[in-house]
């Protein structure tokens, strides 16, 4: 695939974030070919650029990995300097996102109320552990303690007894994320017919909660709180992974065309006329019984042999990857989900692909990660400022250019 403008081409957006849940949703919009300039803190920059290992070069692979398509400068906030030069950033800008406690920004004056006199265009983002509201606005916010506050470790794991299991993805961190950028472009919409920006709030904890529609659904309707069931889904059956002679894989047999067509192959019949299984619902309640009956039967042939034999009947059915796995299936290398970009020092290297696809305003990889400082000179010299400017400010601390 090759990169194109992308849908929010002439967008310009200054990112204020650290780690994750931030540096996503620039990454969303970058992707989308919007321009993200990424502000890092001096001395050390983002956070991410020490979580090491791994490390490719002397550069961290996290980082890299989350900041693709930006730009990166470095700047002391703390000083008038620093400030005035976010301050010239900022005029004419249309997003600003944050991930910082809350009150950082205002104590720095830069928060939200000061930013729309500057600029009342600007889309202002905040992004949390809990939002900027409620009793829990002043606590910070990580992955982890979303996921169990969220109800999502409650939820996941082998099943009932066990110790609690987080997902294996920071899926709070990454769904902010995606929720932030979500909200940046609907007020971009909105600001389309009024012509000023606004503040959009979003957080860790809400995007762990957004997580658990079905099982809220069920707790809402019947007060008891749904607990872990492996693989397993909630509301259909058989819908779960399954042992093989060598492995495993997941079938999704969960409607009354899939679930006969499914048994048809495995030469039960009888378990279609069996009064537990005969219904959906009924499948539902008995489904540790039917699980069991299913379980022999998978255990009698390989993983490509089920299948390949699952496919031709046309019941939904796939293996269980791992990463690397994932990453040479023929469907990732189709959708250009693993892409080589260039990198300053290391060169050609490998990244995850855009996970939105646009027919006529493509977007994609355009760069790799920034080093520490390396468009502060080039985006300084965009916004007016003169090489003494630049050289003044380098010397004072104000500002570092790679």
């Not at 990454?27 to 050390?44: N, S």
């Not at 409620?134 to 990580?142: E, V």
């Not at 012509?195 to 658990?212: P, R, W, Y």
Request: glycine share 12%; charged share 20%; aromatic share 6%.
């Amino acid at each position: 695939m090759t990169a194109g403008k992308g849908p929010l081409s002439g967008v310009k957006v200054i990112e204020l974030c650290h780690v994750m849940a931030g540096p996503v949703c620039g990454l969303m919009l970058a992707d989308m070919g919007a321009d993200v300039i990424k502000v890092e803190k001096m001395p050390g920059g983002d956070d991410l650029r020490r979580t090491v290992p791994p490390k490719i070069g002397d550069e961290a692979a996290s980082f890299m990995m989350m900041n693709r398509n930006k730009r990166g400068i470095a700047v002391n906030l703390k000083t008038e300097d620093g400030k005035r030069v976010l301050h010239r950033l900022l005029a004419d800008a249309d997003i600003v996102m944050e991930n910082f406690s809350r009150g950082v920004m205002e104590r720095m004056g830069l928060g939200y109320e000061t930013l729309k006199e500057l600029n009342p265009r600007l889309i202002y983002c905040a992004i949390s552990g809990f939002g900027r509201t409620g009793p829990y606005a002043d606590r910070g916010g990580f992955d982890l303690i979303a996921q169990g506050m969220s109800g999502l470790m409650s939820i996941t794991g082998e099943g009932p007894g066990r110790p609690p299991v987080k997902v294996g993805a920071p899926v709070t961190d990454i769904t902010a994320g995606i929720l932030g950028a979500m909200g940046i472009l609907a007020a971009l919409h909105a600001r389309t017919q009024t012509g000023k920006g606004q503040f959009v709030d979003t957080s860790l904890f809400e995007a762990g909660i957004v997580h658990t529609f079905w099982q809220s659904a069920i707790a809402l309707a019947t007060g008891v709180a749904p607990g872990p069931m492996g693989s397993a889904h909630p509301l259909n059956a058989p819908y779960e992974a399954f042992a093989t002679k060598d492995g495993y894989i997941n079938l999704g047999a969960a409607n009354q065309a899939t679930w006969l067509r499914a048994i048809e192959l495995l030469n039960r019949a009888d378990l279609g006329e069996d009064p537990r299984f005969k219904e959906a619902a009924g499948r539902l309640v008995h489904r540790e019984a039917l699980a069991a009956e299913l379980a022999v039967e998978f255990k009698k042939r390989t993983s490509a042999e089920w299948l390949a034999a699952l496919e031709q009947v046309k019941v939904p059915a796939g293996p269980v990857l791992n990463v690397l796995q994932m990453h040479a299936d023929e469907q990732t290398v189709a959708r250009d989900m693993v892409l080589e970009v260039n990198h300053t020092r290391i060169g050609a290297m490998k990244t995850l692909g855009a996970p939105v696809k646009f027919s006529a305003t493509p977007g994609g990889v355009r760069r790799g990660a920034p080093i520490f400082g390396e468009h502060t000179a080039e985006v300084l010299r965009e916004h007016g400022f003169n090489r003494d400017d630049v050289e003044g400010m380098t010397a004072s601390g104000a500002i570092f250019c790679a």
